[in-house]
C-alpha cells in the first residue's frame, strides 16, 4: 500500500531526499507521496525511509486509497525500473 504523508507535516525536508522512487514532492502546502512510485521502500530498504526519517511521529501513514499487497508493490517497482521478468 502507498504511504500518505498527513496535514501535521511541518515541511521539514527530511523525507523527500530520502526517497529511492522519487514519489515524494512539495504539495499545494505539505509534502505528498504520488502512490503511482510509492513501493514502501521495498527493493531498496527494510523499512520506509520516509517514515524513519521523519520527526513527527505518525505523520506518514498506509494510504487507505491505495491498497496494495506485497506482491503489487513489487509489481510497481519492476515497472518502475523496468525489470524484465
Known sequence: ????????????DMCEP?????????GESIYEIDPERCTEC????????CV???????????DPEHKESEEQLWD???R???IKK
Open 80 to 82: 518502475l525500473y523496468d
Open 52 to 62: 524513519s526519517v521523519c520527526p513527527i511521529k505518525n505523520c506518514i501513514i498506509p
Open 18 to 26: 530520502e526517497c529511492p522512487n522519487d514519489a515524494i514532492a512539495m
Open 76 to 78: 510497481k517497482f519492476d
Open 1 to 12: 500500500m502507498a504511504l500518505k504523508i498527513l496535514d501535521t507535516c511541518t515541511n521539514c
Open 42 to 49: 521495498l527493493g531498496h530498504y527494510d523499512d520506509p525511509t
